[in-house]
């Protein structure tokens, strides 16, 4: 009996928590619905393309459904599919893997539903098949931006580490290899390192104050995938009395703004995250209302400087 | 490949006269025997010593002991469940919550997105206190699932930590925690050279140590992990032990997000994902047996130990990040093996 009162009281519990947080509360009386299939709503810059894309929905009077898949692949179909069987209007999808949406893209055109990729692109340079778009930003632009900023600098020469994000991650591949691409050109600098941080800003100074042993003061600057993870870079700095390195992140989020003003992180580049989550609501609709927009749109990086960074608050 | 295979017939060799030599009371020798993968640390130390001479620096040991006391602290609670015969997966997850919280109560007041805008600048002791009491009830709450529901550990603990880690997303929108206090930045800074996080986690092991090894209570953990009917029979209240027992493992994962938030200056609810795995790898490392009933509190900072030695070498050695992850799982396996051979001498 007591056992068989606690699994009910479970079950209120668990079943309490779903519907408090289950999707949408606009009423779906007018306008669109519109799926929305998030990667990882854990992820920061993930939750500033999907508050940007349910503004945009709040504001245009569109039911927005966002799922969150978790990084699992598998999980992200389902939803899609899910969405389709509801019979959304269109879908937006923050792909969990870029080179395993072909089935979501399959399901999505067989069933005549607009599809518009956000972020992250299944289809390199290829051209999306019909009824398919693509919003993002180029992330080998960051890495150059991010490339170019330190030369400005830091001068033609020096010795440069590298603090990647998960490395199966496109983005970080992306960012590093635009990071090379301009290092590349002058002989004078040296790459001492590269390793991953994991996008974390834990990790990001543990492996700083590990370089600062191992380099001391071969190290000049320190070049993050990411904006978290290059301000742990600048806290393990500050630890260690190391004012003379240079660190550069990449996302703009607000702490680093903060750290750009007072100077104590060199600059950063704003991927204009909610620019992609609104442009990707916006096509969506535009193909709703028969419109045809065009079907990959490039939403351009900014370097953000201690002299430009008051205009991005 | 021959030379470390002749250390590992050394060692076993090492042990068996040990054993003979037990019984006349050398308490060292006992210790070594106990702790067999300190030889193995011994090891590491001088190797990576003589690769990259650096590695001795002051401020580099120092590195070495605050980078470890985080998942350190995790294992301390971890080595405990482990003996008990029990896992706890949710510690990363109860580090992220606990660590949100606390860092939301710990804002200096002129915090750019200050979590609770109307809240004035609490003493650290606030946050602390917060933090402590949610490790210990959502650990009290796997305890308590694992010992009235007769659910495995496995299962229950694997429920908390995806539940927990939800929870931490709802509480900031998925957003991070910055802009912490001085006060509580001190927990991750220093006193003189003395890093506040080895203090804390040189505190923490011994409390542990002093649970596991001098009250009723560590002597019912390894009853009930030797032969958890065994100690029913013999009058050990198993359900209340196992309930303070995960209490007490979720404290300690509320102890390293103090810490963890103190050093970083900011708390990011994806944070601590799949440290849960490194505090049991500490545990594991340090000679705690998943057959229950074996293990200590030295093992377990020895192993938190060895893999913070082994990361921090790797970094000074240059070895590419890649390389790095298959090195650690490596080292994992080889501690174990290490360990098996022996457990089973001892048998």
Redesign the interface.
Known sequence: MKKILIVMLVLVMVLGTFTACGGAKEPAAKGFTIGYASSNLNDTGQTFIADAATAYATENNITIDVQDAQEDVVKQQDQVKAMIEKGVNAILVVPVDTSAMGPITDAATAAKIPLVYVNRNPFGDATPPAGVYYIGSKEVVAGELQGDALIKLMGEKGGVAILMGKLDNEAAVKRTEGNKNVLSKYPGITILAEETGNWQRDQGMSLTENWLTAYGTKLNAILANNDEMALGAVQALKAAGRADVLVLGVDAIPDAKAAVADKSLAGTVLQDLAGQGRTGMEIAVKVLNGETPAQVTWIDFVSVTPENVAQFN | MSDSSKKIANEAEKAEDLKQQKANGNKLLIYLKKYGIIFALILLIVGISIA?P??L?P??IF?VL??SS?YGIMALGMTLIIISKGIDLSVGSILAFAGIVAASLGQVSTA??KFFPNLGEMPVIVPILAALAIGAILGGINGGLIA??GIPAFIATLGMMTMA?GVT??YT????V??LTPDFMFLG??IGVIPVPVLIYALMAGITWVLLNHTSFGKNVYAIGGNIKAAEISGVNVKKNLLILYAFCGLMAAVAAIV?AG????V????A?GYELTAIAASVIGGTSFDGGIGTVGGAVIGALVLGVL??GL??L?VQ??W?QILEGLIIIVAVIIDMRKNSKKK
């Open positions: 990259e650096k590695f620096n401020t580099n590195n605050t980078q985080i750019t997105n009235y529901t880690r997303l709802m929108s998925g957003k991070p910055t802009q800074g220093k963890f050093r970083v200056g900011s990011h609810p994806g944070a994902v990361r921090n970094t000074l240059g990040a890649y790095q």
